[in-house]
């Protein structure tokens, strides 16, 4: 097969580049290992960030964002068992917009099919090579055992954290970060709990009251990294939940019947750079944050924005000066991000072995936050997201 751009990986990060790119005239195709229902149905983070809404809008994706997802001006920090609302609008003039990761492909899936792209789903990829010439090319099979090699101008790994990828070069350096906890997410067929979203510092570690629908909420508590979620009955999860929630104000979580449960991985981690020859990666094929604030759906989609205008300029100056600049450029906003995170994760979660002082640092960390303006918009405008360059 030959072809412009190739793209390993069907994600959100893939399906959106090979949107653009189709819409640009740039010939691709995408092969990614998963069925469109597994991805459909694998539940992941639901925060966009403005620039996103807009990445996906002004490009026909779909509007279902607009109508379907919900607006949020705010969140509620909690800790002392105290609420602590911001107000984006006011703090920075900008919100963000509720609306699962798995939707946002099912409406780029939708896009790509209606727009006649060419993605092979429950395809593996075997081998990336000549990565290092003008056609670096990738070998894949099909579900029926078909081989097929690609050959292409350029090569993007947009193939997810286990990047086959990333994996087949090395880098300059791996860096990364591990915590000593992981995140227990529930779905529940409830109302909503509160109106904005709830991160919640207590004694008995963090947790986040999220949202998805009227009927469905979505919610996590920090829990082990091996916790088993077999011994977890929905009376002791409410339980946990709403211990951690707890506080003068008597807040009462609405509970409800749980029928999702799984727990969630922790790393900060970063491939640099994120280019070897003509091969790019994207999205958690190059770096990884932890979930806290919501941040890794909105990186890859803005490292798909930087590398499609690279990809762009390339076709029509026939000058890669862009490419080159891409790992460089999306850098500076994943390394922004990962400080974000890591700081939303370490200021909200308790680590299993913290002295008494690291606690109250803590604590003294949020005060200093929600008691000034100022720490206000650092947060709000980090957590809405940095204009795209
Ligand atoms: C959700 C997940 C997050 O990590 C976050 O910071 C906010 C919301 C969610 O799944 O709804």
């Known amino acids: 097969i030959k072809t412009q751009v190739g793209i390993v990986g069907g994600g959100p990060a893939g399906l959106l580049l090979s949107h653009l790119l189709a819409k640009s005239g740039v010939e691709n195709i995408v092969v990614e290992s998963r069925d469109h229902d597994t991805i459909t149905h694998t539940h992941r983070a639901g925060i966009l960030e403005a620039g996103s809404v807009k990445l996906l809008t002004d490009t026909g994706v779909d509007g279902r964002v607009l109508t379907e997802g919900d607006e ?11 609420s602590h609302p911001l107000d984006f609008r006011d703090l920075v003039d900008a919100t963000v917009t509720l609306y699962a990761q798995n939707e946002v492909f099912v409406d780029l899936a939708a896009a790509r099919k209606r727009d006649g792209g060419d993605v092979r789903y429950e395809s593996e990829v075997t081998e990336v090579f000549d990565l290092e010439t003008e056609t670096p090319k990738f070998r894949f099979t099909d579900k029926d055992g078909a081989t097929f090699e690609v050959h292409c101008d350029i090569l993007v790994g947009a193939d997810g954290s286990r990047s086959f990828c990333r994996r087949a070069v090395p880098g300059t350096q791996d860096y990364k970060t591990e915590y000593p906890f992981a ?29 998805r629908s009227e009927t469905v909420q979505r919610m996590y508590f920090q829990c082990s990294p091996d916790e088993d979620v077999n011994q977890w009955s929905d009376d002791r999860i409410w339980t946990e939940l709403q211990k951690r929630v707890d506080g003068p104000d008597g807040f009462q979580l609405k509970t409800g019947p749980i029928f999702d449960k799984t727990v969630l991985g922790f790393r900060s981690f970063v491939r640099e750079p994120l280019s070897h020859g003509r091969m790019f990666l994207v999205g958690d094929a190059g770096h990884t944050v932890p979930p806290t604030g919501a ?31 891409y790992s460089d450029l999306a850098l500076k906003r994943v390394w922004k991000a990962q400080n974000f995170s890591y700081w939303m994760t370490s200021m909200l979660h308790t680590s299993p072995n913290a002295d008494p002082f690291s606690l109250k640092r803590a604590l003294g960390e949020l005060e200093t936050v929600t008691s000034s303006r100022y720490g206000q918009q650092y947060l709000a405008e980090s957590y809405t997201g940095w204009p795209h360059s």
Do not use: C, M
Not at 72 to 82: K, M, Q, W, Y
Not at 188 to 203: G, R
């Open 72 to 82: 949020h001006a705010g969140i509620d920090l909690r800790f002392n068992g105290e």
């Open 295 to 325: 941040k890794g759906l909105n990186l890859a989609l803005a490292d798909v924005k930087v590398l499609f205008e690279a990809i762009d300029s390339f076709y029509s100056t026939k000058d890669d000066a862009l490419l080159q600049g």
């Open 183 to 211: 995140w227990f997410g529930i779905l529940t067929e409830a109302p909503k709990s509160a109106p904005e979203l709830i991160y919640a510092n207590s004694p008995h570690g963090f947790a986040l009251i999220s949202q």
